[in-house]
């Protein structure tokens, strides 16, 4: 998503936890790193991964998307994956808990679960986990890292790998969060992203040249003075059978807000998907018609659905530095994203973590998909696609980063 997406690593409960003792405490935020340094595997088990108070020694030993668990006394485990420098935070009940780190699944053949480590997690506070503490779980406005403005635009280096295409790697520049114009939805102005597409005048302009890829880069939103930012749906460009085109939002109701956020914490939303006819106010020198990709003529980027949709979100770093071929950013936040897919033969879990600079939007983002048999607990399974993508270009309220490609 554009400007919106984001999600929480696993599927626990942030509720309040247990003191030890059966009373109900508030909250604490844990944070720590994942470590390991690849050895020879001994007694047929491959060495253990180890967690960390502070950044390995050696930034080749973090572990990204190990996935951690927290589990306490009364509470539901608390699961998080972490990020490409080790680190993780998550929100749980003050007092005792009980922390451990298994493997990503592609590399459980180089590294075996962590031991257990006990923390015991101080109300009000970030906790280490050797029990230090460091203040106060910090907060974000998400509309600083998710900035709106008509013509917006952003373009990235992607490499992935998919299991299904033959399980080779692939490159590819992708332009994608074009800021295409307005629309009203319950009398506010919300800001709406769609990839141009084609070779046309007119998209060539605003892409410097054209694409080789485009992405899934659509959404319907508005960032709102308090700092928070509602989330509306997504947009398609779909062409009519009597050659006239439609832009279709695939809407959220209720829609999904993203209010102040404290870290580690987790923000759910239970929605519903419906798609309807959006009309829009396009800026000048586009047109609906080259808007659309023949290429995927009426897909749509989410299906509406009888069921609920559950959206998950958690703020899982704040001041990750990243290096982009645009530029060097240190003010940043990281966003996470899992949603999990059960068919009657597998279950498919996504696991997408987005960097977000102030005032620019995302700058690199990772995601894997892991499959497993139905009845395998989560962390097992294998990969079947994984990616890799960062800024190149960026021309965000008429600020450029980088050199359009």
């Not at 491959?46 to 973090?62: G, I, K, N, R, V």
């Not at 403005?149 to 295409?165: F, M």
């Not at 410097?208 to 319907?220: F, L, R, T």
Request: net charge negative; glycine share 12%.
């Amino acid at each position: 998503v554009g400007c919106g997406g984001g999600g929480d690593n696993g599927n626990g409960d942030n509720g309040n936890g247990d003191n030890g003792n059966g009373e109900v405490t508030g909250t604490s935020t844990v944070v720590g790193y994942v470590g390991a340094t690849a050895a020879t595997a001994q007694n047929g088990s491959p060495p253990p991964l180890h967690l960390l108070s502070d950044p390995p020694a050696d930034p080749a030993d973090a572990v990204p998307m190990a996935l951690v668990k927290l589990v306490q006394t009364g509470s539901a485990t608390v699961k998080v994956r972490t990020l490409q420098n080790g680190y993780f935070a998550a929100e749980v009940g003050a007092g005792a808990v009980t922390v451990t780190a298994d493997p990503p699944e592609d590399k459980q053949d180089q590294y075996s679960t962590s031991a257990a480590t006990q923390v015991s997690a101080v109300e009000g506070q970030v906790t280490k986990v050797d029990g230090t503490t460091t203040g106060a779980p910090p907060t974000i406005r998400p509309a600083d890292f998710m900035p709106c403005h008509l013509g917006d635009k952003k373009a990235t280096s992607l490499i992935a790998w998919e299991e299904e295409y033959g399980g080779g790697e692939h490159a590819s520049t992708d332009w994608l969060f074009f800021v295409i114009g307005t629309t009203s939805i319950d009398g506010e102005t919300a800001y709406v992203m769609a990839d141009p597409r084609g070779d046309n005048a007119p998209v060539i302009a605003m892409q410097a040249g054209p694409p080789e890829v485009i992405s899934n880069g659509s959404a319907i939103l508005r960032p709102a003075a308090d700092g928070s930012v509602t989330l509306y749906g997504m947009c398609e460009v779909v062409r009519n059978p009597d050659a006239t085109y439609e832009a279709i939002g695939t809407m959220f109701n209720p829609p999904i807000v993203y209010p102040v956020m404290t870290l580690g914490k987790q923000y759910t939303t239970t929605t519903a998907a419906h798609q309807q006819t959006i009309t829009i106010d396009l800026m000048a020198g586009l047109s609906l018609a080259d808007l659309y990709d023949p290429t995927v003529a009426d897909t749509r980027y989410l299906e509406p659905s009888d069921g609920p949709l559950v959206w998950t979100t958690r703020l899982t770093g704040i001041g990750i530095p990243v290096d982009t071929p645009a530029d060097t950013f240190t003010d940043t936040i990281v966003l996470s994203e899992t949603t999990e897919s059960t068919y009657p033969d597998a279950i498919e879990t996504q696991t997408y973590q987005d960097i977000r600079a102030r005032n620019v939007g995302i700058v690199a983002m990772d995601g894997v998909t892991v499959s497993r048999d139905p009845g395998q607990p989560s962390g097992t399974g294998r990969v079947i696609h994984w990616g890799h993508d960062l800024l190149i270009y960026a021309r965000v309220g008429g600020v450029e980063h980088g050199t359009a490609p």
